[in-house]
């Protein structure tokens, strides 16, 4: 009788014990929001210290990077397509332990801690910590035409849609690194005009380099772009204004490329955490912990600056050594001091 008591007892032990560590385990240590350069390079971190690291991948799994066509500027690497930048990115994720959920994070509660995400299907996850790396859109010109043909002759994806204008005429609006990128992504366009609304470029001196070879580019300087025009289905042409001498004319073409910069992916945090009075997320001084304690952000959506491959991976890095930190003050164990 004393033996079985003592038998039941042991028993019970191990149940609470064991329900102990599947209660714990029920609590993520470390959640990163988007698969991006930032996301992943946060999780890299975050996974070799020795924390369960999950990746909820978002709408568009490698992020931006995937449609770069060569990146240049990221150091120790040679120039590399960003979507195979993105391949080594998760690789090195995996194989330092970290996990990748496909979906996204639809709403979010960080007044209490744990935190608690709820993702699509309404799915909920327990996070002790969680780093904010959504990256950000392409902005739209807002003018009229854009909407009704966006999808019909109007993209901001050249790599996407750029195959369709082969021997056609392409205008593309902007001019940053992002309208010369698309200019390099639709090949076989019969002529490619970039309208720049100021008299230069802001695109980097090796971008602009990089299309000077290009018979089938040229560059429109002091062009604002007023309405794109179609005939109901297809787009065909522009209606333009000369900045210097205001005259207004028609421009044809058969497709338009917008892209003039982008917006942080911050809306749906903007009732949980404190944005930046431009909409990017408001980070402390040299820190990325963000308004709340436990909730960092790194990358595109927290940078209205540098916006660079190699910009974000530093903070990302830098978001993951503090969430450690952060889980370590906390007394949450790593994987390795918790059994
Ligand atoms: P940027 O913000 O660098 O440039 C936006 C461009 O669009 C500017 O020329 C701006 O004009 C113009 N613009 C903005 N609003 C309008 C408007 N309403 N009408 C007409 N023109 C407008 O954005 P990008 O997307 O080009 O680049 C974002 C970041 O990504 C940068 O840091 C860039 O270096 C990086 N990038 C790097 C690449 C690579 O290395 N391969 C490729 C693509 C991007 P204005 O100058 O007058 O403000």
Known sequence: MKNYLLLVAVIFINILSAHAAVQEQAV???????SGPAGLTAAIQAARLGYETLIVAGPKPGG????????????????????????????????????FLEGSV???DFSSWPFVLTLDFDKKIQAYSVIIATGSAPRRLGIPGESHYWGMGVSSCA?????????KKVAIIGGGDSAIEHALNIP?????????????????????????????????????VLKIIGDGQNVTGLEIKDGA?????????DGVFVA???NPNSELF?????????????????????????????????????RQVSTATGTAAQAGFEAVEFLRKNHILDKAHRQ
């Open 260 to 262: 003039i910069g982008h």
């Open 28 to 34: 993520i240590p470390i959640v990163v929001i988007g």
């Open 188 to 224: 076989y366009a019969q002529h490619i005009t970039i309208f720049v609304r100021k008299s230069r470029m802001r695109a980097m001196h090796h971008m602009q380099e990089r299309i000077r070879g290009y018979d089938n580019v040229s560059i429109e300087y002091n062009k604002e």
């Open 270 to 306: 903007k009732d949980h955490i404190q944005l930046a009075h431009d909409g990017y997320i408001y980070l402390g001084t040299r820190s990325q912990q963000t308004s709340v304690p436990g909730v960092f952000a790194a990358g595109d959506v927290a940078d209205s600056k540098f």
């Open 64 to 99: 931006q990077l995937t449609g770069a066509s060569a990146v240049e500027n990221v150091p120790a690497v040679d120039v590399l397509p960003g979507i195979d930048i993105i391949k080594k990115m998760e690789e090195q994720a995996r194989s330092a332990g970290a996990e």
């Open 245 to 253: 001498t205001g005259d207004i004319s028609f421009f044809p073409c």
């Open 159 to 167: 790599v996407c849609d750029g195959f369709l204008y082969t021997d």
């Open 106 to 108: 639809t709403d979010m």
